[in-house]
C-alpha cells in the first residue's frame, strides 16, 4: 500500500504551486514553477482518484449496517476492492523517480558496424524507421549531418528530433542493432550477418554545461569528395574538435553560421551524455534490471528478414512483424521497453 502521508505531502506541494502560479508570479519563477507543476500533474492526479476510491470503499463498508442500504453496498464493495489495486499500481509507477531529460528532444547518430555495403544500406533503413516513426508521433526530424555510401546506404548520420516525450521513448534504441538477410548484391542467395549502431542522446541545453572557448577547436573547410549528401553544395563546413575529450563534430549544411551552431548543439549533447553515464555508473554500478544501459558496444536487437522476425534481446520479446516496424511502427517495442524499466525501477524501490 502506498503511504498516505506521502500522499499528502505531493498533494499539498501541488497545491501550492497551483496557487503561486494563480497568485501571479514573476516571469522567471512562472517558469521555474510551470516545470514542476507540469511534472506533478499527472501524479497528483492519479492521487486524487486513489483517495476518492479509498472513500468510496469506506463510504460502501459504513453503509453494510444500513439494511436500505446493504444489497447496494454488497454489490458495490467487490467492484471497489477489485480497483484499489491497479490504481496503487498504476499510482506507484506515477511516483518514481523521473529521468531529467526525459522530455527533451534528443540528437539521433546511426553508423554502419560490421557488414560493409549491407551495413551501411541497414543504416539507411534504420534512419527511415525512426524518421517514419517520429513523423507518426507528430514529432520533427531534421537532418543535421549525413554522409552516403555509394549503394545508397549511409556512412554517418545525425539527426535532431523534436517533440513530446522525444527521449523518454527512444533511449532505449542505443546500442548495436543487428541484421540478418540476403544482400540484394548476393547471388548465391546467402544470409548475411551485418550490424549498425545507434546512439540517442538528449539534447543539451546552454545551462547544463559550459564549454570554455579554450576547450574547443573550430575547423572550416570546403566540402568534397565522393560520399556525403551536401557534397559541391558548401565551402563551409565546421569541424569542432572538443580537446579534453578528443570528441569530433561535424556539419556541413550550405550556412557556416548554421553548421557552427548545429555542431555545438551535437557536442553539447555528447558531453552531457558522458556526464549522465558517469553519474548513473556511480549510482547504479550494480544495476541489473535497467535496459538503458547506454553501452553503445551492447548487442540490443536483431531483425532477422527471411524469418520476418524482430528480437530484443534485453527483454526477450520477439515479434514477427518485421515489415510493419521496419516502416516505423515501433509502439509495440516502446512500450514494452518502457514496461520493463519501471518494472525495475519498482522492484528496487520496494526492496
Known sequence: MVP?????????????????????????????????????????????????????????????SDPEMKALAEEEIPRLRARIPEMESRLRVALLPKDAADARPAILEI????????????AADLLRMYQRYAEAQGWSFEILEQQDSDLGGIKEVSAHIAGEGVFSKL????GVHRVQRVPETEAQGRIHT?????AVLPEAEEVDLVIPASDIRIDTMRASGAGGQHVNTTDSAVRI?????????????????RNREMAMQVLRARLYDLERARVDGERAADRKAQVGSGDRSERIRT???????????????????????MAGDLGEV??????????????????
Do not use: C
Open 334 to 351: 516502446v512500450q514494452a521497453l518502457v514496461a520493463h524499466d519501471q518494472a525495475g525501477k519498482l522492484a528496487e524501490m520496494e526492496q
Open 241 to 257: 574538435t572538443h580537446l579534453p575529450t578528443g570528441i569530433i563534430v561535424t556539419s556541413a549544411q550550405k550556412s557556416q553560421h
Open 4 to 64: 498516505l502521508d506521502k500522499l499528502a505531502q505531493i498533494t499539498q506541494r501541488f497545491e501550492f504551486l497551483e496557487a503561486r502560479l494563480n497568485a501571479g508570479a514573476s516571469p522567471a519563477e512562472i517558469a521555474q514553477l510551470s516545470r514542476e507543476y507540469s511534472d506533478l500533474k499527472p501524479v497528483a492526479e492519479e492521487i486524487a482518484a486513489y483517495r476518492r476510491a479509498l472513500d468510496d470503499l469506506a463510504e460502501a463498508e459504513a453503509m453494510l
Open 111 to 122: 553508423r554502419p558496424g560490421t557488414g560493409g555495403d549491407e551495413a551501411a544500406l541497414f
Open 194 to 198: 551485418s550490424a549498425a549502431t545507434v
Open 171 to 174: 533511449k532505449f534504441e542505443s
Open 303 to 325: 531483425y532477422n528478414f527471411p524469418q520476418g522476425r524482430m528480437t530484443d534481446h534485453r527483454i526477450n520479446l520477439t515479434l514477427y512483424a518485421l515489415d510493419r516496424i
